[in-house]
């Protein structure tokens, strides 16, 4: 069945730093949905991408969804301590239900 | 709108044990989804709803039973629950579409002794 694979599992991130996570797909997908979720609470959406190649910013997220639609990136700069908690990719391959990743947790460090 | 409400927050069940998770949308979303959350392994679909009167299993479906006889309510059956089942539960509304943007209610945390 579809898998989908997040990388790094853990993020250790200084305050200010940038960094990236990472979602592979192991089948072409029809969109990729974004979530976060602080600690000790629920997933909260934070963007769908559809296109190939699409690139999304929301303040300083950057959401990129790749040419053959099977991978995506979130890329967050100048990380800041409110930026801590779990971010999960969930990707819809066509016929299919949603997968989840297994998320990225973000720590940041004062 | 309350979005998305579950009950109850916490649970401790014996083995053996049933019980159901209650799970309320205020959204008129048709599509409702019952997802399991354990460390490292992300977030795993139990089973769907597309309508009411009309579910379908997800990936983990074993141990669980769903019904869906209006468009808000989508309660989770644990008929004898097991040490594996200890997990956060979350429900989750959708619409439009199936596999649209989720809303999550605030989870259930369970613990199967």
């Known amino acids: 069945g579809q898998q989908v694979m997040q990388i790094p599992q853990y993020q250790h991130v200084q305050e200010g730093e940038d960094f990236t996570t990472y979602c592979n797909s192991s089948t072409t997908l029809s969109n990729i949905q974004w979530y976060k979720q602080r600690p000790g609470g629920h997933p909260v959406f934070l963007i769908q991408l559809v296109k190939s190649g699409e690139v999304k910013k929301q303040k300083r997220l950057t959401f990129q969804f790749g040419e053959a639609k099977k991978n995506s990136s979130l890329h967050i700069t100048a990380t800041q301590t409110t930026d801590v908690g779990t971010y999960f990719c969930?990707?819809?391959?066509?016929?299919?239900?949603?997968?989840f990743g297994g998320g990225t947790r973000v720590l940041v460090k004062p | 709108n309350a979005g998305v409400t579950q009950t109850p927050k916490f649970q401790v069940l014996k083995t053996g044990q049933s019980m159901t998770l209650q799970c309320a949308q205020d959204m008129n979303h048709e599509y409702m989804s019952w997802y399991r959350q354990d460390p490292g392994m992300g977030l795993r679909l139990i089973h769907y709803s597309v309508g009411a009167g009309i579910t379908d299993q997800g990936e983990v479906p074993n141990g669980y039973n769903v019904s869906r006889s209006t468009t808000e309510d989508f309660p989770l059956r644990l008929l004898s629950a097991a040490p594996s089942q200890t997990s956060v539960y979350f429900c989750a509304s959708s619409g439009p579409g199936a596999w649209g943007t989720q809303y999550f209610g605030p989870g259930t945390r369970l613990l199967v002794l």
């Open positions: 969930a990707g819809l391959a066509a016929g299919n239900k949603l997968t």
